[in-house]
């Protein structure tokens, strides 16, 4: 078949649907999965590529590297490119190392710099920090706090490893190139979010922006408490014919995961700057 015709349905509360043309990203993807929805996630499983409600499903053996692909649209605009951040994490198990509780792990994967944006550095890397410096970075206004400063295995500092992380991508919504780590509000006084935000496990922080001292009347307990194997993985994406399908992997070693999805340049509607909501899934599923 040369082409697949799928109405692209924005989200579940949709009524009505974009007839769009399946992009050759989504071609992996067999037509038995039926249309294709901003927002999907399969995964590659014992029987190819498949819908799934719970881990177990796919994995056989732990630990276990397990291949997703995630469905982005354009949400009836015209074919738009950006960043979208996976973030993942489980349940603390009483094995668990240090390094599992207290570090996060930042992985970029097929990185290449966008023309007339400032280098990307290498296209695959992977390091860690801290769970306290990814969440100072992140969750609050920048400044060298004492997590920040402390140096990596990699001889540099905590703050210069998660910068190095980050990199400049060509925005269209903002018609400039802006780095992911980008801490200007979207529209300040009344929307204080920002690209920044969208990297932190705080759902209060992705849903409204970093803490600031007008917010800050109590300190908020750590998103990490309780919760070990945090990874961040970014990936780029373009869409074509109004969708994307970008496959990522993720090594589990357990059934009991959470899995938040940001994508850096979906909104509401292309006339509301209000970032879309985080896609989160837990399994099992309501834990």
């Given at each position: 078949?040369?082409?697949?015709?799928?109405?692209?349905?924005?989200?579940?509360?949709?009524?009505s649907?974009?007839?769009?043309?399946?992009?050759?990203?989504?071609?992996?993807?067999?037509?038995?999965?039926?249309?294709?929805?901003?927002?999907?996630?399969?995964?590659?499983?014992?029987?190819?590529?498949?819908?799934?409600?719970?881990?177990?499903e796919?994995?056989?053996?732990?630990?276990?590297?397990?291949?997703?692909?995630?469905?982005?649209?354009?949400?009836?605009?015209?074919?738009?490119?950006?960043?979208?951040?996976?973030?993942?994490?489980?349940?603390?198990?009483?094995?668990?190392?240090?390094?599992?509780r207290?570090?996060?792990?930042?992985?970029?994967?097929?990185?290449v710099?966008?023309?007339?944006c400032?280098?990307?550095?290498?296209?695959?890397?992977?390091?860690?920090?801290?769970?306290?410096?990814?969440?100072?970075?992140?969750?609050?206004?920048?400044?060298?706090?004492?997590?920040?400063?402390?140096?990596?295995?990699?001889?540099?500092?905590?703050?210069?490893?998660?910068?190095?992380?980050?990199?400049?991508?060509?925005?269209?919504?903002?018609?400039?190139?802006?780095?992911?780590?980008?801490?200007?509000?979207?529209?300040?006084?009344?929307?204080?979010?920002?690209?920044?935000?969208?990297?932190?496990?705080?759902?209060t922080?992705?849903?409204?922006?970093?803490?600031?001292?007008?917010r800050?009347?109590?300190?908020?307990?750590?998103?990490?408490?309780?919760?070990?194997?945090h990874?961040?993985?970014?990936?780029?994406?373009?869409?074509?014919?109004?969708?994307?399908?970008?496959?990522?992997?993720?090594?589990?070693?357990?059934?009991?995961?959470?899995?938040r999805?940001?994508?850096?340049?979906?909104?509401?509607?292309?006339?509301?700057?209000?970032?879309?909501?985080?896609?989160?899934?837990?399994?099992?599923?309501?834990?």
């Amino acid at each position: 078949m040369l082409a697949r015709i799928f109405p692209l349905l924005m989200f579940a509360s949709v009524a009505s649907a974009d007839i769009s043309f399946a992009s050759d990203s989504c071609r992996f993807l067999p037509d038995s999965l039926g249309p294709l929805q901003d927002g999907q996630l399969f995964a590659s499983g014992k029987s190819g590529w498949q819908t799934f409600d719970t881990l177990s499903e796919l994995v056989a053996r732990s630990p276990q590297e397990v291949e997703f692909a995630y469905v982005i649209g354009a949400n009836g605009a015209s074919d738009r490119a950006g960043v979208f951040v996976v973030k993942t994490n489980r349940p603390v198990a009483s094995t668990d190392t240090e390094q599992l509780r207290n570090r996060v792990k930042l992985v970029r994967r097929d990185i290449v710099s966008d023309p007339g944006c400032a280098a990307a550095g290498l296209p695959n890397s992977e390091t860690s920090i801290s769970t306290q410096s990814f969440r100072d970075y992140h969750d609050f206004p920048p400044r060298a706090t004492a997590a920040l400063r402390q140096t990596t295995e990699g001889g540099v500092t905590e703050f210069d490893a998660v910068r190095a992380f980050h990199f400049e991508y060509r925005s269209a919504r903002k018609r400039k190139c802006v780095r992911t780590d980008n801490d200007e509000y979207d529209d300040f006084p009344t929307n204080t979010n920002s690209n920044r935000a969208q990297f932190s496990f705080d759902k209060t922080v992705v849903a409204g922006g970093a803490y600031t001292v007008f917010r800050l009347f109590w300190v908020p307990a750590s998103p990490f408490d309780g919760t070990a194997e945090h990874r961040v993985l970014v990936r780029k994406y373009a869409t074509q014919g109004g969708l994307a399908c970008v496959r990522f992997s993720v090594p589990l070693r357990s059934t009991d995961y959470s899995f938040r999805i940001n994508d850096l340049e979906a909104r509401v509607s292309e006339s509301s700057n209000r970032r879309k909501d985080e896609l989160a899934r837990t399994w099992p599923p309501g834990r």
